[in-house]
């Protein structure tokens, strides 16, 4: 469905503004200790991403178009991996963020630091546990009537228990993984980031932001927040 078309209107300050003009914008910030909670990230996080979209006017002055940001309409903060990630992975259907501020509601409340790696962690003690019992339960069954049925429980309990731990471990050992590679993307983009503010380039610290999209950190400003 197509959208309607309307005409620019002009503001009491004499700016022109549509509600289809935005502007949009990334910031390089840092936290102090112990560093920001971000969702879906298992670290805090000192340095991060911090992105803004406004609603924009236009003035026509000395010949030219000016433009600015006029409304801010929401404020999303990102690791640097998860930043990395939205610049470089394009038809994709995102990447997580942590929404900060909105038009409607304002300051966006915060979130609890809960890494989600220790309900991994959790959850490969409990299918241990779970396993251990059915094994007992099998056993003592088996103990107290030593039928052929009671037996096949048996074995099938013993038969059943590594792999029913081993698949536990295994989504715990994929989310360490993805914890130590998002770990490594933040430190890798902080010294790269420190690199160029020094004026040495990334490939002579065998560093590169391969990963992060040609000339994002570029676009990053440096601001500070606390």
Known sequence: MPRDIVEPTLTDTGESEHPAWGY???????????GAVLFDSDIRHQHYVVVTLSSAVRERKLLRDWLRPRKQIIEVAMSEAQWA????????QGVPCTIQ??????????????PRLQESMDEV?????????????????YADHKTKGNLDS??????????NI???????NEHAENVVQKARADIEAMVVHKAQQLGIEAGDLGLAPRQL????????DGGQQS
């Open 24 to 34: 949009i914008g990334a910031s390089r910030v840092s936290s102090s200790p112990p």
């Open 85 to 92: 990630s939205f610049v470089s992975s394009m038809n994709s």
């Open 101 to 114: 501020w909105t038009q409607g509601d304002g300051h966006v409340p915060g979130m609890e630091y809960e």
């Open 166 to 172: 081993k698949f536990a471990g295994d989504s715990l």
């Open 213 to 220: 999209g040609t000339g994002w950190q570029e676009s990053m």
């Open 125 to 141: 003690r409990n299918a241990a546990e779970r396993a251990a019992q059915t094994v007992r339960k099998a056993f003592d069954a």
């Open 154 to 163: 048996l074995r099938f309990a013993i038969q059943n228990m590594p792999a």
